[in-house]
């Protein structure tokens, strides 16, 4: 018992030292049984739910999603779709429109907990449930349903019969235990985006028409019975009047996905040291050879991903014609399957950066969209881009970035997804803000500390629910600096930044450059001196805010640190060691990965210019 003792006390010091807390989460076990009616397309399913209250809190109350309710005329993501000044084009008043057999519901037709009927109201889209007896901390419940859902026509993610003819795109689809954390209840109504779920393991069999092949999240158990082998290319030939029943089973996941069409293609690759993967989708003159060439660039973007930002930690991933947009999910995705190939190729290698950051990485989408859409647009966008052998440098996140922050529509990124005023403001916000703050990271920390850190946070942080300090405390540890005050200003503020070269000069030999802080947003300088011999230096200031200095980057260029420039002085001053003869240009940030809002002030040609010069003796 000592020894045993010491042993989990050791084991305890060691996580804590790299970071981990053992900050409690919720765990669940669905064991669901479906089935799915093609012609009157409503679901009639049983669903087991074993509910671990893992807090320390007592439960007197739990709470469901039911997402297919939001598909109502008069339902919140209605009035909200109809009442913003840009909606999406996929929505805009489409909800409100639908008739009574082409909306969707869950229906709760009965609920115990432990055997005990529990009293439940429906609220929108969240059911509330009172507690037949508290669930004490450190405790677990059984909760056993049986539903009825109509499957609406396809709005966004969801539904069926989409403009690209997939007959099921089945996402949100059932009740949904909602996550409670040291937050508490995240029991969001559906209004427009994101999500944020439990951990959990998923048994689930879906009754359907045999006609139908489907894909979906985990591994197919019954590859023999259904007559629709994963271990091989194509459909079957096993065809019965009679509807056969799907096995799937996933582990360590937030969410169960699927979708089902009768015309589906099955292609199966292998990722070298890597997933299986699996594409479903109708293969025709507008994807068979598209699909082909995609199915190529996912393997790399695999192995890319694996390579430089952890190894996906799955053994199975399938890429799924789903008729609407992209939409992430545990061990697959739902794509757009028609369109060019450079379209295809980008959705799916963004969707696959998801399966790093929300379905490994799981933060709280809902309330930190950046941490999700914005880091997979960053990790797919460095993919794609290396495997065109293209320079890495989220240009387009940049400019998207730019332009929002110029049209006075910019709004802190760091709020919840569904409260932005504009659906342009929080599409900026959660990708392309938050690609650039990592690009920024780059920037601040040194490329190869930061890459260290990108894996140190993968493997610290993975199979759980990461928040933006748990992010941060592990690339502040790989780096060396204080990192909190560029959370703070990038993500909760929308302040600018805006550096420019000022006064220039020559006294007593030296050139004395003025640089000047117009904005309110500090942050390190990197000033490049190019002389008219052809040699270059590097001058680097650090903000006091950062109590540290970044690793040099290029060793092949004399860098010289000066001392930190406090962040309530606009101006520096910084002497360099030469005549202003000898200066061909000064520039801040040639690496163009400060967001530096007007670059036009960032860069001396010294003979472009009329410098006041003073000698003194």
Known sequence: MKQFLLTSSLLVLFNFADGQDYRWQQRVEYTMNVKLNTETHKIDGTQKL??????????????????????QPGSMMDVRSRNLPDPDARVKDRIFKLKEDEIGYQHILSLKQDGKVVNHIVNGTILEVTLARPMLPRT????????????????????????????YSMTQWYPKMAEYDFQGWHAYQYVAREFHAVWGNFDVKITIDPKFIVAGTGRLQNPNEIGHGYEKTGTSTKKTSEKITWHFTAKDVIDFAWAADPDYTHDVKLVPNGPE?????????????????????????????????????FDTYSVIQGGDGGMEYPMCTLILGEGSQAGLNGVM???????WYQMTLASNESLNAWMDEGFADFASD???????????????????????????????????SDHFNTNR?????????????????????????????????YNTWKMRHPEPNDFLRVMEKESGLQLHWYYRYWIQTTKRIDYGIGNIIEKEGNTIVDLERISEFPMPIDLVITYKDGGKEIYYIPTNEMMGKKLTEDKSLKRTDLAAWPWVNPNYAIRINRRLAEIESLEIDPSLRMADINRKNNKIVISEIKPFMETTH
């Open 50 to 71: 074993v509910y671990y209250n893992n807090s320390p809190d007592t439960l007197t109350k739990v709470y469901y999603h039911l997402y297919f309710n939001a598909f």
């Open 277 to 313: 993967l699996h594409f479903f989708y109708q293969k025709n003159e507008k994807t068979a050879v598209t699909w082909k060439t995609m199915e190529e660039v996912a393997i790399q973007v695999f192995q890319h991903l694996n390579n430089n930002f952890g190894k996906y930690p």
């Open 349 to 355: 290698a963004h969707e696959v950066g998801h399966s």
């Open 425 to 457: 403001a929080y599409s900026t916000a959660a990708y392309s803000i938050g690609a650039v703050f990592l690009q920024q990271l780059k920037y601040l920390m040194g490329e190869e500390a930061f890459y260290k850190g990108m894996k140190r946070y």
């Open 140 to 167: 677990k419940s059984t909760f056993e349903m049986t539903f009825e859902s109509q499957v609406p026509i396809q709005i966004r993610r969801s539904g069926r019969n989409n403009k690209e003819g997939i007959s």
């Open 382 to 416: 460095e993919a794609i881009h290396t495997i065109l052998n293209e320079p890495i440098n989220h240009a387009g996140s940049y400019t998207s970035y730019f332009n929002l922050a110029n049209s006075g529509l910019q709004e802190p990124a760091g709020q919840h």
